[in-house]
């Protein structure tokens, strides 16, 4: 089975700090997303990345960065925190299926992140 | 304007008790269509990819369908371990994926 993991489950930080959220897959999937999931709003992508040191912005890249140095690893990046971004954080990866044109998403455990 | 809705938003169940979930769906270019169970505080895990309309997959006690509108997740006599948040999602061109916001299921014993 892909395995998507998160590097840390929770976190809390203050207004401010910069924030670092790493990602790691292990099955060689070519794409990797970040979003956030918050109470009646779904899952909101933030950036995704089809290749190593490409990005994408997605539907709500403000104030959010990324870094995709290796291909199982892709960083999400807070470069100063705000109350406004306390939320879960859901990484997901996903393999190119050139056959069916559908592409699973799988998804690591979340960060739960809370801003002071 | 591409969406998916999710309906009902929250539905409580007595065990055994079957029903469906809906999701009902508006997008360009469908490549397929995802249904994902969230536990609390957790990612969701993907359950089933549907393709095309018509199709029907099943998995112990859910079974999803797909129209070109809508696709609906039966669930058949449910347990309490059932109980979560399922998410329905479409892919549509450009690697493009759309959430629904869920149904938050709860199966009482």
């Known amino acids: 089975d892909v395995k998507v993991t998160q590097s ?12 670092f959220l790493e990602c ?10 970040w979003y956030r999931q918050d109470p ?5 992508l933030i950036y995704f990345s089809y290749d190593v040191k490409m990005k994408e912005k997605g539907d709500i890249p403000e104030g959010y960065s990324v870094s995709r140095e290796k291909k199982e690893r892709f960083s999400l990046i807070l470069e100063s925190a705000s109350t406004n971004q306390t939320s879960m954080y859901l990484c997901a990866s996903s393999l190119i299926r050139r056959s069916s044109g559908a592409n699973v998403l799988t998804f690591g455990a979340g960060s739960r992140l809370t801003v002071l | 304007e591409d969406q998916v809705t999710q309906s009902p938003e929250a539905l409580r169940l007595q065990e055994g008790e079957s029903s469906s ?27 089933f990819t549907l393709y095309s309309a ?13 129209t070109k509108k809508e696709s609906f997740l039966h669930i058949t006599a449910p347990k309490p371990e059932d109980s979560a948040t399922y998410l329905c999602a479409v892919q549509a061109a450009f690697n493009k994926f759309y959430f629904g916001s869920g149904t938050k299921l709860n199966v009482k014993p």
Do not use: I
């Open chain 1, 24 to 33: 790691v897959q292990d099955m060689d999937h070519e794409n990797m997303f």
């Open chain 2, 21 to 47: 979930l809906n999701c009902s769906y508006t997008v360009s270019g469908l490549r397929g269509l995802f249904w994902y169970r969230q536990d609390p505080g957790k990612g969701p895990e993907f359950l």
């Open chain 2, 54 to 66: 018509g199709e029907e997959k099943e998995k112990e006690r859910l079974k999803a369908t797909l």
């Open chain 1, 40 to 44: 009646g709003l779904g899952l909101r």
């Open chain 1, 8 to 19: 840390s489950r929770y976190l809390v930080k203050r207004t401010g700090e910069k924030v």
